[in-house]
DNA sequence: GTCTATAGGTTGATAGAC
DNA sequence: GTCTATCAACCTATAGAC
């Protein structure tokens, strides 16, 4: 990986709060997200939550980098020394072919924040560091597969930027749409292009 | 086009609504978008909006149609005869390499309703079928490319997906982040992809 | 068709007791 | 730290006059 974001430590009764915020989030999406759903989801009332949070925007924002460091955390990669392979696994990652329902429902939840990010900067600046960083990790793996002679001499930046697009088109269209086929083909599709685009003869 | 989507025809005033809701929706966002704020734009008061809709809900249905059409309508091609052509043309309107203030707002409008199709059947429904005109309009020319002798012996299907998602990704992180050269780089790089992958010799 | 007025509910947030 | 009770502001939706 490229960054080790600093990772914030949570105190147990933050922790709760998170959880039951993802909780309420996945029930009633985003639009339907209120301190009294978290509070129920939490089992507790809704001034025990204003004790730990000044107001609801604070909360999000605290929610925010939560799911971003779950997500970070799940993406989080040991670079092996085969550039193909660790391209495949960062790929698998961020698209699997079969996610399991955790995965699944966290996709579903920053999607739903991300849309988010059209109209608010707070949001729009963790996500554009997010996809900043996935940028630079895929980048760096082409550049280590150039220089070792593995992958040909293409613009690491611009196959970065492919690859970062098509997966997270994938992703997105699996969370919104019924079209579960479309993103295992797309999925098949990249293994292909990193073998026509990368491989050299 | 694959699909001549019949195009609902909206009374004037129908559409005056539309028009306001579509304005409140910019400003506000999804999860700001109330009636009060939809009648403050449209000049009237809210019981004049329950004249024309039963419920918020149908309003909201009935604006993801015109959102959807509106959208298609921008997408709509004459296909000419030139494959490599065609294709470009398709790329170009939905992932402009200088999109103009009405494509970015109609866009970021598009990625809150979308977000919505997580939790929501009937979103979901319709931007399944969006993708699904999209990905078998792609497909098409490229199976005319191929009978014609201008493309590879290549997976119409697997190609047509593969742009699909690489566009979707990159209009949707022009809509959540800041990282504009990013969406010109997979704009370059889909030229790039059609080619390599498409062109014979 | 559009208005004002209003009903009935939920929201975010606070005060004060324990 | 957590509770109950409460607040003003907002929400969706309707009734009834014009």
Redesign the pocket.
Known sequence: MVTDAPERDW?A?EEEIMEATYRALLEHGYA??????I?AE???????I??????????LVAFLEFAVDRFEATVATETGDEPTADLEHVVEKLLPLQPDEEQRQLQAVLVGLRSQAVTNGVFREQFTRIDERLAATIRDIVERGIEEGTFRDVDPSRVAEHILATVNGAMYARATTGREGAAAATRVSIASYVDSELRRD
């Open positions: 105190s009764a339907g997200l209120s301190i009294s759903r509070a939490l089992g507790k009332s809704k001034a025990a204003y004790y730990h949070y000044d107001a609801k925007d604070d909360l």
